[in-house]
């Protein structure tokens, strides 16, 4: 099941900025063009003087996916999201603990920005979550998180493809499901373990795709974008 929120077909595509500096993220921006409509900021950008980009991303109008992964203390959580509220993000994750989700919450308001939540870190697996002190594994844990997530009031959920169908049956159609780890038909995976095509992730029950390095790396990442948008289209029927 698919959720009945419109969503333009451009805007389901979210590129990934995982690039060194500034400099080289303008100028994939800029070769990006009209092809891209919503960007990803994550730790490797945003801590080399990206968080900025933010804000002139959104006066060009542009959509920017803020990949924080919010975790502290809840008064610190939610007066950073305020702070990145004001940015004119459009989406921005925190770690899926019940505390912090609320504070994100909180912090969030009736701003236009939507907290998603990342339930386990897909590089986590069951021996990795008893290490780290967890009772559950990976699999209940993600479906705990995901109910919480609904209860709270989180607008959306990071996961797999392989996990998005099973989230779905759990949040509704209300809950936005972002997935990354997508490989359009004859790209490398890299260090991605489980990868799915846009077609099939669109099918599992995504709303968006997070892709980077089969756009930022290609030989020609605006083709590159294009061909992605028109599978989701072609998927979306
Ligand atoms: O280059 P690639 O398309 O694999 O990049 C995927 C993007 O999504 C990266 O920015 C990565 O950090 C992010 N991501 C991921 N897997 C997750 C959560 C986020 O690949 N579980």
Same mark, same amino acid.
């Given at each position: ?9 451009? @805007? &389901? ?8 500096s ?22 490797? =950008?945003?801590?080399? #003087? ?19 992964? *919010? ?13 990145? !509220? ?19 919450? @909180?912090? &969030?308001?009736?701003?236009a =920005? ?18 780290? #002190? ?32 099973? *989230?779905?049956?759990?949040?509704? !159609? ?11 038909? #004859?790209s ?30 290609? !030989? ?16 979306l029927?």
């Amino acid at each position: 099941m698919t959720t009945a929120k419109p969503i333009d077909v451009r @805007d &389901r595509l979210i590129v990934g900025l995982d690039l060194p500096s500034v400099e080289a993220a303008e100028a994939m921006i800029a070769r990006l063009g009209d092809s891209v409509t919503f960007y990803k900021i994550g730790y490797q =950008l945003a801590y080399a #003087g990206g968080l900025p980009l933010i804000r002139k991303l959104a006066d060009a109008g542009k959509k920017v996916f803020a990949d924080l992964k *919010l975790h502290d203390i809840d008064n610190t959580v939610a007066r950073g999201v305020e702070s990145i !509220a004001s940015s004119g993000a459009t989406f921005l994750t925190v770690h899926a603990y019940p505390q912090t989700m609320r504070a994100a919450v @909180d912090g &969030r308001g009736g701003s236009a =920005l939507k907290i998603l939540a990342v339930t386990v870190l897909t590089s986590f697996n069951d021996a990795d979550l008893q290490e780290a #002190g967890y009772r559950l594994g990976v699999s209940d844990l993600v479906q705990a998180r995901a109910g919480q997530a609904k209860a709270i009031g989180v607008d959306g959920l990071v996961c797999s493809g392989e996990e998005a169908a099973r *989230l779905r049956r759990i949040v509704g !159609a209300q809950l936005a499901l972002v997935t990354p780890g997508i490989r359009p038909a #004859g790209s490398a995976s890299g260090d991605q373990k489980r990868v799915m095509t846009p077609t099939q992730a669109i099918a599992a029950g995504a709303d968006y795709l997070v892709v980077a390095r089969p756009v930022v790396a290609a !030989a020609d990442p605006k083709a590159a974008a294009e061909a992605i948008v028109a599978e989701i289209a072609q998927a979306l029927g």
